[in-house]
């Protein structure tokens, strides 16, 4: 889904950048009453992961692939407002470092990728949570869903954005015909990648998925005849940091093993944007990256023959890049909601 350079003209780009850039304001802005000492660092490490795993393209139908967008993981795990921020962190990464994704059309990926997928997905999510039975188990149904209908709603995004400003004459009904429908199974990979993560988040440690807070069924005791709320426990502090360092540790751990390793597994077939750009003509005035001549273009590293060690480093490195941009935004997000709360009081 990242659109290059020359796919969408320069008057609706620059509207789309714009809206991006009032998103990441009002992201900013809302990532502050999400955030605390035990999210942030989670935070930077969502943006990794998501890093990791679009680099790992899985085959949907002849001849195309598709990778995880990340707005509804990113959504779920961490908050909306941050879930945007950290789906923008990595188009940036991407869009600079390794050529992915126009610098032009930044504007149009962050509106699209970031902005549409989270604030569709996390409606979905929230919607559900309410009228299923509280419980993990239908976090993760929800997380499935919501994810699922993300990927389709990008879709729809970007054939509205090309009827807008397209640069090429290619009826929108077969735009949209064929990206909706690849972007539909698409969305199936998304929803299972979605839901294996949330569940796996939550079987460890509940209290730090943003989407199920407030979900966990309290323990019931039986008192005179009647069930009543057991008290709360609260968490030994020392134990829980280390549950948080454990947890970090070990997803920064798979990020690194996810693109510098099992990336190089992964389908070579042209996404799904791709693939209907060239089918239908969309991409006839597609220009050449502005960061085309980086040393990390296209995701290998410049003067290292070897394919698999090539993409292995990019990867590795564009996972530590990501780590250590988002960690630095959401550490300076946490720092002023801190300095706020402490003016107030």
Known sequence: MHVPDGFIDAPTSAVTGLVAAGALAVGLRGARRELDERTAPLAGLVAAFIFAVQMLNFPVAAGTSGHLLGGALAAILVGPYTGVLCVSVVLLMQGILFADGGLTALGVNITDMALVTTVVAYAVFRGLVKVLPRGRRSVTAAAFVAALLSVPAAAVAFTLLYATGGTTDVAIGKVATAMIGVHVLIGLGEAAITALTVGAVIAVRPDLVYGARGLRQRLKLRVNGELVDAPALAPAPVAARASRRALWITGLVASLVLAGFVSF?????????????????????????????????????????????????????GVGATVAAGSGVFWAVRRRRTGAVAEAR
């Open 265 to 317: 597994y992964a389908s070579a077939d042209p996404d799904g944007l791709e693939k209907v750009a060239h089918d239908h003509g969309i991409d006839a005035k597609a220009g050449e990256h502005a960061a085309a001549g980086s040393p990390l273009a296209d995701y290998g590293v410049k003067d290292v023959s070897d394919a698999r060690l090539s993409g292995g480093l990019a990867g590795v490195i």
